[in-house]
């Protein structure tokens, strides 16, 4: 079943919090396959273009930095 604003702010009205969070959950997961979806596409189109995605990993990045300190 789709869901809507409207069906929180209907379920909310009538005090049923079971379709309160139904309605939700079930946007909240529709926004979170939406942003993967982008992103995913967004680095698709980037991963063989010879183009490096920056990725943030401190650790990695720290060795490396001490790496060339100690040098």
């Known amino acids: 079943m789709e869901h809507n604003i409207q069906d929180i702010i209907d379920a909310t009205v009538d005090g049923e919090p079971v379709r309160v ?3 939700f959950d079930h946007l909240i997961g529709q926004k979170i396959m939406d942003s993967l979806e ?4 967004e ?5 063989f ?4 995605v920056e990725v943030e990993n401190t650790e990695v990045q ?10």
């Open 38 to 41: 982008a992103r995913k596409r």
């Open 62 to 71: 720290d060795a490396e930095d001490q790496d060339t300190e100690s040098a």
């Open 49 to 52: 273009q010879g183009d490096e």
């Open 21 to 23: 969070q139904a309605a």
């Open 43 to 47: 680095i698709a189109a980037t991963m």
